[in-house]
């Protein structure tokens, strides 16, 4: 695609390209990054059938809503007036959007300096900040509801993969979401997977990207991700912090509750989607993952996982009790 794409963007811009360099890419994208015209930028090439090009544009619009209401994102980068471009490669149609290429960094888990308790806040801060924004804009975007659009929603995909009997564990999670009522207070366009690995921090302030699965979900969903995958993460590398939970908990929702509150009813779908992300987690990596040369971490999470699943657990349960942030 290197070829294709590179032919592509020098035609769009005008002008000759150089260094173009496959990135690490997502569940739905391929990531490059290019010189052009001495500035280092990025482009996101997707399957045309994955997204319409009215989405893409709504993607974008989102981005500008937040960062006008301080909240920091990657830039696009606009060209002759265009966003947004499309080509062809192998006889598949695909969008291309660019970015300016950020040169940030992730957070260190394993550095207790950074991965730490004013961090957590922050994190939960940012994320009440976007659903504080989205529940007082009049603005609409024409983005899909997640359980409604299987291009934005990969899990029914996953299951008819990998294990269709989880399909019943899919349904049922979908049966008890439809319990609960869809208000500008609980529901409206989130990030929907933002976890630790999708932003940058820069001097204590937080780099958003990859708003490519931005969809209309209770807001619910970006609290579970990030629970999940900070639970997950300090656990493991830092066996020996014994106080982590509780550090991470109180800190995190103190920083969300400094901008909105959270119900009991809010944490019920938390632990909705607890599960969900679990299930998705694991339909994710038993398609992705080499089952035959597993790493010995790997089959023991699949094991739990599973396990966890079939059982109708809500991960963190106990650690959720404990601080006084779990509702049955």
């Known amino acids: 695609m290197e070829l294709e794409l590179k032919k592509h963007l020098e035609e769009s811009l005008n002008d000759l390209i150089s260094n173009v360099i496959e990135l690490n890419g997502g569940l739905q994208n391929r990531v490059f990054s290019f ?46 007036d265009q966003s947004i471009t ?30 730490n308790a004013n961090f957590f806040r922050d994190w939960g801060r940012t994320i009440a900040n976007i659903h504080s924004i989205v529940s007082e804009t009049s603005q609409e975007f024409t983005r899909p509801c997640f359980i409604q659009d299987k ?30 009522s869809k208000t500008k207070d609980n529901f409206g366009l989130i990030h929907n997977d933002l976890h630790q690995g999708n932003f940058f921090v820069v001097e204590n302030e937080l780099i958003l990207f990859d ?15 990030s629970l999940y995958h900070a639970l997950w993460t300090g656990e493991s590398f ?7 939970h509780e550090v991470f908990i109180t800190n995190f929702f103190h920083g969300y509750r400094s901008y909105r509150s959270i119900t009991d009813d809010d944490m019920k779908l938390v632990s909705i989607f607890l599960r969900m992300r679990e299930l998705f987690l694991f339909l994710l990596f038993k398609s992705t993952w080499d089952l035959d040369s597993l ?30 942030k779990y509702n049955s």
């Open 211 to 225: 708003f490519d699965d931005c969809t209309y979900n209770w807001y619910a969903q970006d609290v579970a991700v």
């Open 238 to 244: 830092h066996p020996d912090w014994t106080e982590f």
């Open 151 to 180: 291009g934005i929603n990969p899990i029914p995909s996953l299951v008819d993969k990998v294990d269709p009997e989880l399909a019943i564990v899919y349904e049922n999670i979908k049966m008890e979401l439809e319990t609960f």
């Open 86 to 115: 499309s080509f062809k490669c192998n006889g598949l149609n695909y969008w291309v959007v660019l970015f300016e290429f950020f040169n940030g960094k992730h957070i260190d888990v394993q550095n207790r300096s950074e991965w």
């Open 35 to 80: 010189t052009y015209d001495n500035v280092k930028l990025v482009a996101r090439v997707t399957l045309a059938k994955k997204r319409t090009q009215e989405q893409l544009h709504a993607e974008l619009a989102f981005m500008e809503t937040i960062n006008l209401n301080g909240i920091k994102t990657i830039s696009p980068y606009q060209f002759h």
């Open 295 to 324: 790493e010995e971490w790997q089959e023991t999470k699949l094991i739990k996982l599973e396990e966890s699943i079939k059982q109708g657990t809500v991960p963190y349960q106990e650690v959720l009790k404990k601080h006084g």
